[in-house]
Antibody
Framework: QLQLQESGPGLVKPSETLSLICTVS??????????WGWIRQPPGKGLEWIAN???????YYNPSLKSRVTISVDTSKNRFSLNLTSVTAADTAVYYC??????WGQGTLVTVSS | DVVMTQSPLSLPVTLGQPASISCRSS???????????LNWFQQRPGQSPRRLFY???NRDSGVPDRFSGSGSGTDFTLKISRVEAEDVGVYYC?????????FGQGTKVEIK
C-alpha cells in the first residue's frame, strides 16, 4: 500500500531554512511515472502548489516561491525533500507531500516563529 | 496565474438533499492534447485532501457514485445527488493545465 510520510522540524525561526523530507513506501521514486511534489496550506486557508519533480529530475517551481525553493530526490532512500529558504511567518502552513494528485501524506505543520 | 473561482464558499445542506458547487477558471483549461485537466478534491475536517475527480469527470477509486463532475472550457460543477453526513468538509477545484497549478478558494459543505 502506497504511503507518504512527511518529517521535519515543526518550528523554524524567521530568516532560516525550512527543510522537509517525504519518505515513500509502496512505490519506487526512481521508476514511478508519477511526479512527486509539495503543496501547502496555511492554517484555515486554501491550498498552494509549491513544487514537483519527476523521476527524470525535471522540476517545476511555483514562480511565487521559485527563488527560495529547492526540491530534490534521494533514490537510494526512496524519499524526496523540500528546502525553503529565508522563511517568514507567511510560510507557516501544513506542508503535504504528494504523488501525482491521487496520494497525499498526512501533512506536517511548520510554524515560523522566533 | 489562472484564477479559480468557486461558488458558493459556504453551502449548508439538508441530509439527503442535493448539493452543487461551481468552479470557474480565468482561462480555458483545455490543454493542447485535447484534455481538460480539472480536478476536484474533498478535505474532511482534520484530514488531508483526497482527489475525487480528474479530467473533469473521471471518478477516483472509492468515490461514491452520488458524486459527479461535469463541465468544459472554463465552467465546471461538482454535484452530490444526496448529501450524507460523511460529505461534510471543504471541496476544492484545481486546474492542472497551466503552470503554476492553482486551486479554488474552497467551498465548505455543512449539514443544516
Amino acid at each position: 500500500q502506497l504511503q507518504l510520510q512527511e518529517s521535519g522540524p515543526g518550528l523554524v525561526k524567521p530568516s532560516e531554512t525550512l527543510s522537509l523530507i517525504c519518505t515513500v513506501s509502496g512505490d519506487s521514486i526512481s521508476s514511478s511515472t508519477y511526479y512527486w511534489g509539495w503543496i501547502r496550506q496555511p492554517p484555515g486557508k486554501g491550498l498552494e502548489w509549491i513544487a514537483n519533480i519527476y523521476r527524470t529530475g525535471s522540476t517545476y517551481y511555483n514562480p511565487s516561491l521559485k527563488s527560495r525553493v529547492t526540491i530534490s530526490v534521494d533514490t537510494s532512500k526512496n524519499r524526496f525533500s523540500l528546502n525553503l529558504t529565508s522563511v517568514t511567518a507567511a510560510d507557516t502552513a501544513v506542508y503535504y507531500c504528494v504523488r501525482g494528485l491521487n496520494t497525499w501524506g498526512q501533512g506536517t505543520l511548520v510554524t515560523v516563529s522566533s | 496565474d489562472v484564477v479559480m473561482t468557486q461558488s458558493p464558499l459556504s453551502l449548508p445542506v439538508t441530509l439527503g438533499q442535493p448539493a452543487s458547487i461551481s468552479c470557474r477558471s480565468s482561462q480555458s483549461l483545455v490543454y493542447s492534447d485535447g484534455n481538460t485537466y480539472l480536478n476536484w478534491f474533498q478535505q474532511r475536517p482534520g484530514q488531508s485532501p483526497r482527489r475525487l475527480f480528474y479530467k473533469v469527470s473521471n471518478r477516483d477509486s472509492g468515490v461514491p457514485d452520488r458524486f459527479s463532475g461535469s463541465g468544459s472550457g472554463t465552467d465546471f460543477t461538482l454535484k452530490i445527488s444526496r448529501v450524507e453526513a460523511e460529505d461534510v468538509g471543504v471541496y476544492y477545484c484545481m486546474q492542472g493545465t497551466h503552470w503554476p497549478r492553482t486551486f479554488g478558494q474552497g467551498t465548505k459543505v455543512e449539514i443544516k
